[in-house]
């Protein structure tokens, strides 16, 4: 049971246009979210993030937005560069001691010169 | 500061096969997990620890052991290597009081 979905695959966008990527939860008590950003052959790192009890979040080009009552969050990139191009994971801290984080299944970004 | 280390970078082994994949961190960090990434399904949690001697099992623990005696070391262990546990194996560690985890190159394992 995935409790955290990006349900789409892959975006292809236009250098300069805005990116935006999309990300479902089902967990209401997840308190935390981050999105990591991943090249071919390396460990994905940390992007941005954004606590439950805010609904927006910005830093330079990254916004993300967070929809608790849609159990939805999304983050855009404007204006996106070729060097965005990477898959892109969110991610939702389930929360207690353990801290565990639940990984989405990544959306492929392609920004196009 | 080396970050998140992991050896080897590439494996491959034949079935019924033991090895240990390597992690370790000197960021003094309490906590370290273990991923596995595969095509469709995203990063999935193997196990984890919250601290030294402490190991909890994540979504997908079975065929695999660890073990943390040290704060900079968490090695994974394949008991028996199956086709089913070809991926890319990521460590990862986040010191207490953070959300923000941070991850190792990867191991691309291949089993045969």
């Known amino acids: 049971d995935q409790q955290v979905k990006q349900n789409s695959p892959s975006l292809s966008v236009q250098e300069g246009r805005i990116s935006i990527l999309n990300c479902d939860y089902t967990?209401?008590?997840?308190?935390?979210f981050l999105w990591y950003k991943k090249y071919p052959a390396e460990g994905p790192t940390f992007l941005i993030s954004?606590?439950?009890?805010?609904d927006k979040n910005e830093d330079g080009r990254f916004t993300v937005f967070l929809n608790k009552s849609a159990k939805h969050l999304s983050l855009h990139i404007v204006p996106s560069q070729p060097g965005d191009s990477a898959v892109y994971f969110c991610?939702?801290?389930?929360?207690?001691?353990?801290?565990?984080?639940?990984f989405g299944t990544g959306t492929l970004l392609a920004v196009q010169p | 500061n080396a970050g998140v280390t992991q050896t080897p970078k590439f494996q491959v082994l034949k079935t019924g096969q033991s090895m240990t994949l390597q992690c370790a961190q000197d960021?003094?960090?309490?906590?370290m997990s273990w991923y596995r990434q595969d095509p469709g399904m995203g990063l999935r949690l193997i196990h984890y620890?919250?601290?030294?001697?402490?190991?909890d099992q994540g979504e997908v623990p079975n065929g695999y052991n660890v073990s943390r005696s040290t704060t900079e070391d968490f090695p994974l262990r394949l008991l028996s290597a199956a086709p089913s546990q070809t991926s890319v194996y990521f460590c990862?560690?986040?010191?207490?009081?953070?959300?923000?985890?941070?991850f190792g190159p990867g191991t691309r394992l291949t089993v045969t």
């Open positions: 991610a939702a801290r389930a929360g207690g001691a353990t801290n565990k984080l639940i």
């Open positions: 967990n209401s008590m997840f308190d935390y």
């Open positions: 620890s919250v601290g030294a001697g402490i190991t």
């Open positions: 990862a560690s986040r010191g207490r009081g953070s959300y923000e985890q941070y």
């Open positions: 954004i606590s439950s009890i805010k």
């Open positions: 960021m003094n960090h309490e906590y």
